[in-house]
């Protein structure tokens, strides 16, 4: 069974950081291209950034370039997704997903709150 777990949401100012990780379980993480995707409220969601499965390739929304650093630790099984110089537009619920064959696999999210 394919589990994410995202941590490290919370309530910050604008131009503070967060630093958000999911863990996951049930698949061979190192073969997976992982995502984080953002939703604030009422808006559709947003794809945020994407890391390859070495961790080689990176690729991040406009909205967050320059901001925001994904990375990944194969041995732990962990994405995590830094945010830098946060803005109140970053609010909303972040998820980490993959997809394998079709099939999306999303954690449950976490909350960012960005207040000013």
């Known amino acids: 069974q394919v589990q994410l777990v995202e941590s490290g949401g919370g309530l910050v100012q604008a131009g503070g950081s967060l630093r958000l990780s999911c863990v996951a379980s049930?698949?061979?993480?190192?073969?997976?291209?992982m995502y984080w995707t953002r939703q604030a409220s009422g808006k559709e969601r947003e794809l945020v950034a994407r890391i390859s499965q070495d961790g080689a390739g990176t690729w991040y929304a406009d909205s967050v370039k320059g901001r925001f650093t994904i990375s990944r630790d194969n041995a732990k099984k962990t994405v995590s997704l830094q945010m830098n110089s946060l803005k109140l537009e970053d609010t909303g619920i972040y998820y980490c997903?993959?997809?394998?064959?079709?099939?999306?696999?999303w954690g449950q999210g976490t909350q960012v709150t960005v207040s000013s």
């Open positions: 049930g698949i061979t993480f190192s073969t997976y291209a």
């Open positions: 997903h993959t997809v394998r064959l079709g099939t999306n696999y």
